[in-house]
């Protein structure tokens, strides 16, 4: 036997084969997490009221509608493309929600009305989706040039169905159903779930604690569905896949089209579903809510370490995006700086999220 026929074991693999990480692929690879992390610390010192649990039920609820519409965005970014237009789509979805909802205001059940606002917030929504897939996978056309052209008609659409005013829901049971929680505890030992109590005689609204937003609790049920879907689902493997290599996936057999269809399709319908969450929080509808909230989207996508080349990012990297993104608007807030530095300080974070996915790759 020749000594060139006898293999040369791997220094770098340990005993059962696999290589095992070294400390910079550890820093690399969860630095969003330890960054998070030293972010609570540091406002949790900094920001007197920060560390309680009413301010975390905050962020929580006021990241629901930006992490909706990056959740839709993760799937777009995994599969290779971008949607520039779920900002104006969410506009558009809850102008047509408060439309409806408005129209039948009083009239009908509670639940009659969100429902038929829900419907209509998203069978709207949904056409821009579906037309971005038609453009993006049948006519060849890049993504960024399809979405940022819906983008424009997605807005004028919006103000055109509004009058370009935002349309006010004037049913107090939206905004309560939109803010509320799921459990209130009063200092007598009472409880009710959904709503306070009726009878509020002598107790302060100090008095009484207020646990789990019905906004959070949405928002939980969603991530936890896009993750599965992700993650366990022959749509999800397909995903990765097309964003992987768009071409070796058609050669293995997997529907490139109607795949790319049903993603942006998938992504308007949760930039839908934040425009009705929208609408029921704040009891109204307007056509540009959701446009400050478009690079914010795609900025907790990019934090959490998606690729923007495709075919790498989880649902829970999208989360922690997110997260960083809320406690650093809301820290800033705790420290009475100046709200345009949360914009410079969000554009930092995005850059040294691409610095760390740079220096990963090298370290391959």
């Keep these: 036997m020749k000594v060139s026929d006898v293999a040369t074991p791997d220094t770098n693999q340990d005993v059962s084969g696999k290589t095992p990480l070294r400390p910079l692929d550890i820093v690399s690879r969860g630095w969003s997490w330890l960054f998070l992390i030293i972010l609570i610390i540091f406002f949790s010192i900094t920001g007197q009221g920060f560390l309680n649990l009413f301010n975390f039920q905050t962020i929580g609820a006021d990241m629901s509608l930006v992490l909706i519409m990056a959740l839709g965005e993760t799937f777009v970014i995994l599969s290779g493309g971008i949607d520039l237009s779920v900002g104006f789509v969410m506009g558009l979805a809850s102008v047509a929600a408060a439309l409806v909802m408005s129209s039948l205001g009083s009239s009908a059940p509670l639940f009659v009305v969100v429902l038929a606002g829900l419907g209509a917030g998203l069978g709207v929504g949904l056409i821009?989706?579906?037309?971005?897939?038609?453009?993006?996978?049948?006519?060849?056309?890049?993504?960024?040039?399809?979405?940022?052209?819906?983008?424009?008609?997605?807005?004028?659409?919006?103000?055109?169905?509004?009058?370009?005013?935002?349309?006010?829901?004037?049913?107090?049971?939206?905004?309560?159903?939109?803010?509320?929680?799921?459990?209130?505890?009063?200092?007598?030992?009472?409880?009710?779930?959904?709503?306070?109590?009726?009878?509020?005689?002598?107790?302060?609204?100090?008095?009484?604690?207020?646990?789990?937003?019905?906004?959070?609790?949405?928002?939980?049920?969603?991530?936890?569905?896009?993750?599965?879907?992700?993650?366990?689902?022959?749509?999800?493997?397909?995903?990765?896949?097309?964003?992987?290599?768009?071409?070796?996936?058609?050669?293995?057999?997997?529907?490139?089209?109607?795949?790319?269809?049903?993603?942006?399709?998938?992504?308007?319908?949760?930039?839908?579903?934040?425009?009705?969450?929208?609408?029921?929080?704040?009891?109204?509808?307007?056509?540009?809510?959701?446009?400050?909230?478009?690079?914010?989207?795609?900025?907790?996508?990019?934090?959490?370490?998606?690729?923007?080349?495709?075919?790498?990012?989880?649902?829970?990297?999208?989360?922690?995006?997110?997260?960083?993104?809320?406690?650093?608007?809301?820290?800033?807030?705790?420290?009475?700086?100046?709200p345009f530095w949360q914009f410079i300080a969000v554009g930092a974070v995005i850059i040294l999220a691409v610095l760390v996915d740079q220096a990963k790759k090298k370290l391959v």
């Design 128 to 338: 821009p989706g579906l037309i971005n897939g038609l453009i993006i996978s049948r006519l060849r056309v890049p993504p960024f040039i399809v979405t940022l052209g819906m983008y424009g008609i997605a807005r004028g659409a919006g103000f055109i169905l509004s009058g370009g005013q935002p349309v006010s829901i004037q049913t107090n049971s939206i905004g309560q159903l939109g803010n509320g929680y799921l459990l209130y505890l009063l200092p007598d030992g009472r409880y009710s779930f959904f709503r306070l109590p009726s009878n509020l005689d002598g107790v302060r609204p100090s008095q009484i604690v207020q646990l789990l937003p019905l906004p959070l609790i949405f928002l939980v049920v969603v991530t936890l569905i896009c993750a599965w879907l992700l993650s366990q689902t022959r749509f999800g493997r397909h995903t990765y896949a097309v964003g992987g290599s768009e071409e070796a996936s058609r050669r293995a057999g997997i529907p490139v089209v109607r795949h790319t269809i049903l993603i942006y399709m998938l992504s308007a319908l949760l930039a839908s579903l934040a425009g009705v969450l929208y609408t029921l929080r704040f009891s109204n509808g307007a056509a540009d809510v959701g446009d400050p909230l478009l690079l914010t989207s795609i900025a907790a996508v990019i934090i959490g370490g998606a690729s923007l080349f495709g075919g790498e990012g989880t649902i829970l990297g999208t989360v922690i995006g997110a997260l960083i993104i809320s406690i650093i608007q809301n820290g800033l807030i705790f420290l009475s700086i100046n």
